[in-house]
């Protein structure tokens, strides 16, 4: 079974979509936006300027050290040898040998994407090496054509005679991941998405160079950001016109981005570029589907947030992010309060602090975010962050250590929002250790995560329904793409949490890096805080289900995996309501000093 599934997750999926299992956490979802505009409102709100700081308590694996990880470029002659192989040994007919040379570019291709792995690793970690930067982007595209002839062969394997040969070895899904795979990525699209790829770098570097000119100087995002000499209306001025002079200036890029990817989507039969899209997540509800469940999120959550949003924002909350908490006394720490939850959970954090699988400091010269990467030779999670060592510095790594919990136990790549389960139902476990964390904060910090969780499913839904609208568009204008966005920020209430820009849409990467990505956030968090709900009546059966979640089938889909841990439906109307009313119950109870996770004292 190992091998089937180490099989799968490699030739099976094409490695153009390799991105996504670079699982995006927190990059603007969120967290760092929110942050952002927490320091702000601090400023407007005076009450809190007399109480700066207050220090509180807060107190069959490879075993190799990262250190000891070096890269080497894959051998990309030897990958396309031993494509050829599997034609030779497929001419001769000789059944055994077909199954032989798959199995000969199978290992290969572990190695190879090990490799890529460690150099994007290397590349985040200082992204001015020019030595890393381009070898990432070389075996990227090295990778990305192996595994479009590598499918293509399999899938002349599979009409040859050869298809019982394979499930037989491999399973059926197996053959399907193939059938999949060929269906998304094949010449006919090569240059299309070449071409989409060199659109996204564009992106890059133009969001890189813009700023904006106010007050006799010129302000980069990051200016902005960090300028705490701003009032709150000059904030929000200047930061209205840095998105609106990054928005003219990719405009022309991302209108072609839409066309190339309406195109790709056109080319290989699919009704829409969402459909195409949502198919490469391995989603198994449709852009249809979403936008029913943006409709009941419009109704019963979005008046929640907005309800919500300042009054769970206390004295406390400003104390809390205030406080530091140090990365290496943090982590270790989550390690020991893991443990506390589930031997399983503390084991995986704890190898990954042993053999320094992790790099969590925050840096200039590194990658922004976070993410989590699982590299394969050594049976290893790798966390990378560029993370501050505060408060949501702290909720950020445990949020990663849910993945490498859900790599280290259950390897395996199946779809996204379920992998977004792990991070995020190990943030609302961990709610329970909020006291030994953060001391008289914990109902402070037990708003803000709930708040966090809400937030993550209206800009879900919100930035799917955006990107839904314009990819359906003919004639696709700037002007109309930022009215559509200031409608939605009006209806997901987002206009009443802060002055919203019509513009802001250019600041999520996502977009252009990854479309369509963001409906994830929305879908997982539900089931994420189902198991939060089950916690609360009973600790040990929210642990349980939140464990069988994590030891999942990665061949099944989403839904399925759900229905098989007992969890409801994330798009029933129903499951959003009762969800809905033990927030709102909740978010009260967290204003109160003498909060607990649970009422029963779990
Ligand atoms: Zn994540």
């Known amino acids: ?59 069959q694996h490879a075993c190799v050290d990262f250190s000891q990880m070096t890269y080497t470029r894959p051998d990309e002659a030897a990958l396309y040898d031993a494509i050829a192989q599997i034609e030779q040994a497929a001419q001769s007919e000789d059944e055994d040998a077909v199954i032989a ?62 298809r019982d040969a394979l499930v037989e070895r491999w399973g059926e899904e197996f053959v399907e991941d193939v059938q999949l795979a ?80 309406n195109q790709i989507a056109e080319t290989l039969g699919f009704e829409s570029y969402a459909q195409y899209q949502y198919l490469c997540y391995e989603r198994d509800y449709t852009p249809q589907d979403a936008l029913s469940f943006a409709g009941v999120v ?15 924002y206390t004295n406390d909350t400003y104390a809390l992010n205030m406080q530091t908490f140090e990365s290496e006394e943090t982590l270790a720490q989550i390690v020991e309060n893991l443990y506390g939850i589930s031997p399983v959970l503390g084991e995986a954090a704890d190898y990954v602090r042993t053999y320094h699988l992790y790099d969590v400091a925050s840096s200039d010269a590194k990658e922004q975010g976070a993410y989590t990467i699982y590299l394969e030779d050594y049976e290893s999670p790798f966390l ?13 790594m ?59 499913v209206v800009t879900g839904c919100m930035q ?25 920020n009006d ?12 513009y802001e849409w250019v600041l999520v990467h996502h977009t252009f890096q990854s479309p369509f990505y963001y409906i994830s956030y929305a879908a997982s968090a539900v089931p994420a805080l189902e198991i939060w709900q089950i916690a609360r009546e009973d600790y040990d059966e929210g642990v349980q289900t939140y464990l069988a979640l994590l030891m999942r089938d990665h061949d099944e889909d989403f839904l399925q995996v759900l229905q098989d841990c007992d969890l409801e439906n994330p798009f029933d109307s129903d499951t959003l309501g009762e969800l809905a009313e033990d927030l709102d119950e909740e978010l009260a109870r967290t204003l109160t000093r003498a909060w607990r996770f649970s009422e029963k004292g779990a």
């Not at 570097?205 to 960090?226: H, K, N, P």
């Not at 990378?384 to 950020?396: A, I, R, V």
């Not at 209806?491 to 919203?500: H, R, T």
């Open 491 to 502: 209806e997901y209430g987002i206009s009443e949490l802060y002055p919203a820009s019509d």
């Open 384 to 396: 990378f962050g560029n993370l501050d060592e505060d408060y949501y510095g702290l909720g950020t």
């Open 298 to 312: 419009k109704e019963q959550i979005v008046p929640l947030l907005t309800q919500w949003y300042y009054t769970v």
């Open 101 to 162: 040379s798959c199995e000969q570019l199978d290992a290969l291709y572990t190695q190879a994407s090990t490799q890529y792995a460690l150099v994007m690793i290397y590349h985040s970690l200082d992204v001015q090496d020019a030595y890393y930067q381009s070898e990432y982007q070389l075996v990227y595209e090295m990778l990305t054509e192996v595994e479009r002839r590598a499918n293509e062969q399999l899938m002349a394997l599979i009409e040859d005679g050869y």
């Open 182 to 261: 060929v269906r998304l990525n094949n010449d006919a699209v090569a240059a299309l998405l070449n071409r989409d790829n060199e659109l996204v770098l564009e992106y890059d570097r133009i969001a890189a160079q813009t700023s904006v000119s106010f007050d006799g100087r010129t302000w980069t995002l990051d200016d902005i950001y960090a300028d705490d000499t701003l009032d709150y209306d000059t904030f929000y001025a200047l930061y209205d016109a840095y998105c609106l002079a990054l928005c003219e200036a990719v405009w022309p890029v991302f209108s072609e981005l839409v066309t190339v990817r």
């Open 1 to 59: 079974v190992t091998v089937r599934v180490m099989w799968k997750r490699h030739t099976g999926r094409f490695l153009a979509l390799a991105l996504i299992f670079v699982l995006i956490c927190g990059s603007l979802g969120g967290c760092s936006l929110r942050k952002q505009f927490a320091d702000a409102l601090a400023r407007e709100l005076s009450g809190f300027q007399s109480q700066q700081q207050t220090q509180e308590d807060a107190s």
């Open 464 to 488: 799917d329904e955006f990107q839904q609208r314009i990819y359906a568009m003919e004639d696709l204008s700037m002007q109309t793409a930022c009215q559509i966005f200031g409608q939605l």
């Open 398 to 456: 445990i949020h990663e250590l849910g993945h490498c919990a859900g790599y280290y136990a259950n390897p395996g790549e199946g779809p996204l929002d379920l992998a977004e389960i792990d991070s995020q139902g190990l943030e609302l476990l961990s709610m329970a250790q909020y006291e030994a964390y953060f001391g008289r904060y914990a109902g402070a910090a037990a708003g803000d995560k709930l708040t966090d969780m809400l937030y993550s």
